[in-house]
T-cell receptor, first 113, second 114 residues
């Protein structure tokens, strides 16, 4: 079956530090890949996506590249801010079959001054 | 503004009681989903619906029921058969059948046992 594995948190960084959150997946075929962000007490918001190999998704300074050879979709940001503190979820989905998503367990990011 | 509205934000259930969580969307999306979120476990799919009057079980459907009588509404009932209902419940919707289209989420309902 499909699965997504994320690095465990919490990840604690100082403001302006470089961020990497690792995500690898197992799937039959070629899924679309997503990063969602969840702020405290809220639902999930789409951060970025990539729909085929070598695509790079980017938004708000975050980026991730769909690597088929390593089945990875690592999230990066060059300089984090306190406002980036949240839980980040990696997910995969396939067209058809209800367009269901498979989520990783989430990685909490804490950014300190 | 288009979006998904979940209500109530907080809900308490007594032993042996059924409770219903509301989810309404005005995005004109065909597909809707219910997820359960527990600490350290990510999101798990309870039920999903691709079209009005049709729905399918997800990974953890036992103890839950849904209906899809209108395109914009997908209520979730947590029955007394669900022995561990305390969790954060998230509703989502998406355009039908295309994984390039992301899911849009509501702000969730937190259910607790009295």
């Amino acid at each position: 079956g499909n699965s997504v594995t994320q690095m465990e948190g919490p990840v604690t960084l100082s403001e302006e530090a470089f961020l990497t959150i690792n995500c690898t997946y197992t799937a039959t075929g070629y899924p679309s890949l997503f990063w969602y962000v969840q702020y405290p007490g809220e639902g999930l918001q789409l951060l970025l996506k990539a729909t085929k190999a070598d695509d790079k998704g980017s938004n708000k300074g975050f980026e991730a590249t769909y690597r088929k050879e390593t089945t990875s979709f690592h999230l990066e940001k060059g300089s984090v801010q306190v406002s980036d503190s949240a839980v980040y979820f990696c997910a995969l989905g396939f067209t058809g079959g209800g367009n269901k998503l498979t989520f990783g367990t989430g990685t909490q990011l804490k950014v300190e001054l | 503004d288009g979006g998904i509205t979940q209500s109530p934000k907080y809900l308490f259930r007594k032993e042996g009681q059924n409770v219903t969580l509301s989810c309404e969307q005005n995005l004109n999306h065909d597909a809707m989903y219910w997820y359960r979120q527990d600490p350290g476990q990510g999101l798990r799919l309870i039920y999903y619906s691709q079209i009005v009057n049709d729905f399918q079980k997800g990974d953890i459907a036992e103890g839950y029921s849904v209906s899809r009588e209108k395109k914009e509404s997908f209520p979730l009932t947590v029955t007394s058969a669900q022995k561990n209902p305390t969790a954060f419940y998230l509703c989502a919707s998406s355009s039908q059948g295309n994984s390039n289209q992301p899911q849009h989420f509501g702000d969730g309902t937190r259910l607790s046992i009295l």
